[in-house]
């Protein structure tokens, strides 16, 4: 299957910094990337949609000025956590679809390895 | 608004057994679905998926169910095998690419 590479796997930060997280397709172009969030023993939270060359969808609840999302180029999008505090810390997954798979496979999200993001 | 459901939080199986878990769903819109497997600290690795127009998808050891009139899937694995202990997610989609996830099942295979 697709290949996402996501980077850095592990962060550690003082409170009211900002960190950047990037999340790259190193076999496909992706023209819509997804961020989601993953708490301790519970399901995946789709946090936004971001998509190649304009504004990210964020869900209802995901502060937009909070959770900057850039989506530059076909292979690569970015989630900066801004004015990072505890309690953002969180499993911080990528996603992205292969749209060039035949048929259905091209709903079939890939996801990167996960950033585990600690905010002292 | 939890749309797709795994009511079991976790499953406990005998290597070489068989392992069935499960996955409903509310939203008659998701016409295709997937699971995933993960470990802890990585990201989910897709397994299998199935298409809402067949009832059945076989790939190895793994094969998914799908019951459309009960809003229901299941995912057997046989035989077990201790590297199958992960935690595994379902999730269905729409035709636009909507996806929602199971909260998951965490799945221990016994030696």
């Known amino acids: 299957g697709a290949v996402v590479s996501q980077h850095p796997s592990r962060v550690i930060c003082k409170s009211g910094t900002s960190v950047k997280i990037e999340c790259r397709s190193l076999?496909?172009?992706?023209?819509?990337m997804f961020w989601y969030r993953q708490f301790p023993k519970q399901s995946l939270m789709l946090m936004a949609t971001?998509?190649?060359?304009?504004?990210?969808?964020?869900e209802q609840g995901v502060e937009k000025d909070k959770f900057l999302i850039n989506h530059a180029s076909l292979t690569l999008s970015t989630l900066t956590v801004t004015s990072a505090h505890p309690e953002d810390s969180s499993f911080y997954i990528c996603?992205?679809?292969?749209?060039?798979?035949?048929?259905?496979?091209?709903?079939?999200?890939?996801f990167g390895a996960g950033t585990r993001l600690s905010v002292l | 608004d939890q749309q797709v459901k795994q009511n079991s939080p976790s499953l406990s199986v005998q290597e070489g057994r068989i392992s069935i878990l499960n996955c409903d769903y509310t939203?008659?819109?998701?016409?295709?679905f997937l699971w995933y497997k993960k470990y802890p600290a990585e990201g989910p690795t897709f397994l299998i998926s199935?298409?809402?127009?067949?009832d059945k998808n076989e790939d190895g050891r793994f094969t998914v169910f799908l019951n459309k009139s009960a809003k229901h899937l299941s995912l057997h694995i046989v035989p077990s095998q201790p590297g199958d202990s992960a935690v595994y997610f379902c999730?269905?989609?729409?035709?636009?690419?909507?996806?929602?996830f199971g909260a998951g099942t965490r799945l221990t295979v016994k030696p």
């Open positions: 939203n008659s819109m998701f016409d295709y």
């Open positions: 996603s992205a679809r292969d749209l060039t798979s035949g048929g259905r496979a091209k709903n079939i999200q890939y």
């Open positions: 999730a269905a989609t729409t035709a636009s690419g909507d996806m929602r």
């Open positions: 199935i298409s809402s127009i067949k």
């Open positions: 971001s998509n190649e060359g304009s504004k990210a969808t964020y």
């Open positions: 076999d496909f172009q992706a023209t819509t």
